[in-house]
């Protein structure tokens, strides 16, 4: 890794981690698929995995996060099953129509949020099969999980701080089921792995510091407008990437 790739890298993490610190999820939409054009994609996604992991304990841990651990919990079944389902698939299936796919469901949910069309009114419970499923399988094939646990939990809390702490809880637990995988194939064994945690870490913790300041003093509907901003950023960059494979 040459100085201009840390450099890059850098200023990379910290936006990824500016934004997960205000609305508690979004640091791998934006981190991967901008990682991905300096370094190599296996290498990048178990990098960010970890950092993600390290976020999660940091946001769920703080005394003022409220984690509504009985919205997390019927996810969590589901999740798994999703994820084991997802890796199964993802060296079976082709991968472009999935991505495109992937990347239209994400844009639809974008512009809802960005147009604040979405209704107001809690969902069921029950939702949580699908999107548990869901959630699982997409973050298994594309490292992107977060859009469905987004749309299902933004219309389950409405209050900011328990939405971005929830969010924050949930993926401790899906990180660490996806941690044990990687570790058993040998991705976070990787040369330079350690050395690139060892630097990236420091910055994901500015990065989140100044993403909370910027929490504090945002509204519900604000934290909404920048999540559909980063679903429709998510999706775009997943159509670029689905048409260039």
């Known amino acids: 890794m040459t100085l201009e790739t840390y450099l890059a890298a850098f200023f990379i ?27 190599p994609l ?17 946001l769920s ?12 919990r019927p996810l969590v079944p589901t999740s798994i099953v999703g994820i084991l389902l997802g890796s199964f698939l993802l060296i079976t299936l082709p991968r472009e129509p999935l991505l495109v796919s992937l990347a239209l469901f994400v844009i639809f ?45 933004s219309h389950r809390l409405h209050d900011k701080t328990q939405l971005r702490g929830t969010l924050s809880g949930l993926f401790l637990l899906d990180g660490a089921f996806r941690i044990i995988t990687f570790l058993s194939l040998g991705l976070l ?15 994901t913790g500015i990065g989140l510091y100044l993403g909370n300041r910027v929490h504090l003093g ?23 990437k689905a048409f260039i494979s």
């Open 13 to 39: 993490l910290l936006l990824a981690y500016l934004l997960r610190g205000i609305t508690g999820f979004g640091s791998g939409l934006i981190a991967i698929p901008l990682l991905a054009h300096i370094l």
């Open 61 to 72: 841990s703080r005394k003022h996060m409220q984690v509504r651990w009985d919205e997390v």
């Open 109 to 153: 949910f974008g512009l809802r949020y960005v147009f604040n069309v979405h209704g107001e009114n809690p969902i069921s419970r029950w939702w949580s099969v699908p999107t548990g499923l869901s959630g699982g399988l997409i973050g298994a094939l594309f490292g992107t999980g977060g859009p469905p646990y987004v749309v299902y939990l």
């Open 42 to 58: 296996t290498f990048v996604v178990p990098m960010v995995l970890v950092l993600d992991f390290a976020a999660s304990i940091v």
């Open 189 to 203: 064994l990787q040369a330079d792995m350690f050395t690139a945690l060892l630097m990236g870490l420091p910055v």
């Open 218 to 240: 945002i509204t519900h509907r604000q934290q909404l407008a920048i999540i559909g901003g980063l679903l429709l950023l998510s999706g775009s960059s997943l159509l670029w």
